[in-house]
């Protein structure tokens, strides 16, 4: 039986079909299903109505990214269920989005263009806008010539060769001309959030960056211990532009914390260059405190993109308090201990502290700030994994 299954229509939104496949010669420790379930997520965020779900699974990647059963069947799900675009859960190549939009004869787009897509509807500030449309116009650039497919199919030759190759070249020099001038306009920006960094800090001051999954309550346990008002939605990628604020801790020590931009699962390459000028606070830091949705079933799959994320950004030895957020939500109150069902797969080794927090009912924060206080005083100590239960709640 082929693997369907129909979402819950809305009006007023592209009708999309979720596409995605598992190649067992690839190893990833996220489930097909669950980044499909995200997949689903950050479409609804971007303003399509996921109505099917088709799944392949394959021993090698295909050309055409599903194998051709697979595209019968994507085509009869096509016209059955009245789809508008067909969203895959991977980057794919320009040939292979060109190939599918020629078989599908529907708009075609993949993870990245999804995200970049949501961080786009997401950015507010001149930074966040830059960097998001240097990501785009970064991603577009080896897509331009399938735009003129058309004419290279014809063969070349009379008629064919003047028009179409001037006007690809002419599209590339445009797009490359915009590259380099959004990537002057951000050196500036970054050049200027450098300055005010040092200007903040003095060289001195200890910078902590808060970093975690999109939409693990960053923004939330930021407000709470800085007594900020930071935007806070429970909504993907609510936060794009780094927000800093001075700490103050229990000791008397000041510090700056910084609430960054949030990691999701295959997080695009162009995302991350063009956001160098945020995650740059990440990368200066003294300390890290991670964020985990502790009610998310995706909790331990959600810990370890961030670790990996940081660790590409060869930040993977910062120091780092480990943040269990939205306890209210597994919970019913903040003496409860958690159980190993609760935590789950998450990995508690190697951080200075762990700490279970619920902004919204304000359950740890005095904890939490504690925990900072200790962890960038001259002693501190690594917690270890071997008894992760005892460990936790004696931590809390």
Known sequence: MPKKSTYSTGPFRERAVLVGVKVRSQADYWRLEDSLAELAELARAAGANPVALLTQSMNMPSPTYVGKGKMDELQLVIKREHVDTAIFDDELTPSQQKT??????????DRTALILDVFAQRARSREGRLQIELAQTEYLLPRLAGQWSHLERLGGGVGTRGPGETQIETDRRLVRRKLSQVKKELGQVRSQRGQQRQ????????????????????????????SSKVIERNQLFSTLDTTTRRLYLPSGTGATISDTVGFVHKLPPVLVQAFTATLEEALEADLLVQIIDISSPYAAEQAQVVSDQLSDMGIGDTPRILVLNKLDLVVEGPEEPLTLDVLGQIDISGYRRVVTTSATKNWGIVELRNAIDVVISPVDQLVENDDKEAAVNAIR
């Open 100 to 109: 599918l939009e020629d078989k599908l004869e529907i708009k075609v787009i």
């Open 199 to 226: 200007q903040r800090t003095g060289g001195e001051t200890t910078i902590i960056s808060l970093v975690g999954y999109t939409n693990a309550g960053k923004s939330a346990v930021f407000n709470k211990i800085t």
